[in-house]
């Protein structure tokens, strides 16, 4: 294939918006995946979780500590009724078996009031653990409402600087000879670089300095001649920084 020297040249440029493109179009995904939000959401999950396992506590609690007021409740509503009763009645028997069992009431009365006191400390542990989490993962929400809104407005920045890039892109590609950018593009698309430089013997797509058989051919070929870099199969553009 041929194409003028100043056209070849133009690929470089051509190269370049692509890189950019490449590389911005590489960056919005990488904040679209959001490491750190995904740190926070894992976080948040198992914060809610904990959370849920803590209110179920409390609720556990709770309905403990009610079963119990019921029961001392009902043990004191007994007493009152024996103790009435105990005032009214006359046989020695009746009369000693009330006081029997209202010694046992009160002894479960002692005991229901011991239970309720561990329980209701239980309860206090259980309601400030509820506290900690929701002061946790209350935090954790806002620095990941902070962090989406940082990420939408790096995005929406990163995106117009690639639509600018996509545009110049087109301008520049607009300049180059239809065959030529055929080619460009297919040599981009099948090894990742389109046009490569050669500067001072060195090929910028590969990095490798090319051999004194390649450069020798390279030197017969002529200005308008399309060489393909032996190493990445780019375009191989000359200019007077080439080392030829």
Request: hydrophobic share 40%.
């Amino acid at each position: 294939m041929k194409a003028a020297p100043e056209d070849q040249v133009v690929l470089l440029d051509l190269q370049r918006l692509d890189n950019d493109v490449t590389r911005l179009t590489h960056r919005i995904t990488a904040l679209q995946k959001g490491d750190r939000l995904t740190e926070l959401g894992t976080t948040a999950a198992g914060l809610r979780a904990e959370l849920a396992a803590a209110t179920g506590r409390v609720e556990d609690a709770e309905r403990d500590l009610a079963r119990l007021e019921s029961d001392t409740a009902t043990a004191q509503a007994r007493i009152t009724r024996d103790t009435t009763m105990l005032q009214n009645v006359s046989n020695a028997k009746d009369a000693a078996g009330l006081q029997s069992e209202l010694e046992s009431l009160q002894r479960r009365i002692g005991d229901l009031e011991t239970a309720e006191l561990e329980v209701m400390e239980q309860l206090d542990v259980h309601r400030a653990r509820v506290g900690d989490i929701e002061a946790q993962l209350a935090d954790v929400e806002t620095s990941r409402s902070t962090l989406v809104a940082e990420r939408d407005t790096e995005i929406a920045r990163v995106e117009a600087d690639r639509d600018a890039a996509v545009q110049s892109r087109a301008a520049v590609a607009a300049k180059v000879p239809a065959d030529l950018l055929a080619l460009y593009d297919r040599q981009r698309a099948r090894y990742g670089f389109g046009a490569s430089l050669l500067q001072g013997g060195v090929s910028t797509a590969s990095g490798v300095t090319l051999t004194n058989s390649d450069l020798q051919t390279i030197r017969q070929a002529a200005p308008d001649d399309v060489v393909l870099c032996p190493d990445s199969d780019a375009i191989l553009v000359r200019t007077a920084e080439s080392g030829l």
